[in-house]
């Protein structure tokens, strides 16, 4: 791993992006917003938020964005992510362990399959 | 909460949605003085000095006018614990700025933790604020002050339109933090620090 980090890197990495993107022609996007309230953070969700964005870089996903938010109000069920791919109804899941969280983004961001057995009833 | 970083990382939501644009993170470990301080400053819509004085109090604030929650009585029941305290300053319009200290030695204090998962999900999962953090260590004896600063700023400068949740943007930032920290941080024992990490 190189060591030092400029902005000459950066600037770099940003042209290697919008390549990318001309050739990609940008799918669907997916937001993931991790509840990050005190009960949220307690229960762990900064592990689980920091195993979503190692998923992102090893898998190396493009157009993924990645929210905090406050206290959703169901602190049992925390730490809670909610996916939302493009124009889909948003998908609430709770007990999000790092392990929970890398299976969400495997089966449901990757393959559009849900994982049902975290998913909080409505 | 078992670490200052994840306490440090409920403050900064609090900064947050207190409609904060600037929001300033600094750690200070200075073996000399036997001190940890660790503080967050904002410029968001400030507190009354009422509210200021209800914040650290669990029975106090009620659940409809709440600003925050228990995140404030237990990093300062945590502070006091070891032989420290929390100082709330506030202006109304101005911001905000929680200070806490510890008896760096203390056998209560919580363990500093995981600074760069707590800073890389605040810079990454709030792009609309401008972050700074600041993190310095005075080993003990006669080594020089340590100091890592990091403001996304430029970063954000650089990208334009680019995410900071671009894979590769991600990594740089990710590995900014995690070289910048480790090579800051005052190491007592080399093999001993080796072998906890290895378990």
Known sequence: MPTVKSLEDLKRIREEALKKREIKNAPGTVQLVVGMGTPGIAAGARETLKEILDFIEEKRLPNITVRQTGNIGMDSWEPIVQVIIGEEPVVTYGKVTPYVARQIMEQHVVSGKKVTQNIIPA | ?199
Request: hydrophobic fraction near 40%.
């Open chain 2, 1 to 199: 909460m078992r670490e200052i970083a994840l306490h440090l990382l409920d403050l900064a939501e609090n900064s947050v949605s207190a409609n904060a644009k600037k929001i300033v993170i600094t750690i200070c470990e200075d073996y000399r003085a036997d001190l940890l301080t660790a503080s967050i400053e904002d410029n968001g819509k400030g507190m009354s000095p009422e509210l200021v004085k209800k914040v650290t109090d669990p029975f106090v604030t009620s659940r409809t006018t709440r600003k925050v929650g228990l995140g404030i009585p237990l990093l300062k029941e945590a502070a006091e614990e070891s032989n420290g305290r929390m100082v709330i300053t506030s202006t109304l319009g101005a911001g905000t700025k929680v200070e806490v200290t510890f008896q760096h030695s203390h056998i209560d204090r919580m363990p500093l933790g995981d600074l760069p998962a707590t800073f890389l999900s605040l810079v990454i999962a709030h792009p609309g604020v401008h972050w700074v953090f600041h993190y310095s260590v005075q080993p003990p004896g006669d080594a020089e002050k340590m100091d890592f600063e990091f403001d996304d700023q430029p970063i954000k400068d650089t990208l334009g339109d680019v995410p900071l949740t671009d894979p590769d943007v991600l990594a740089y930032v990710r590995g900014m933090l995690e070289e910048g920290i480790k090579s800051t941080q005052f190491v007592e024992d080399k093999q001993l620090f080796d072998f906890k990490r290895r378990r």
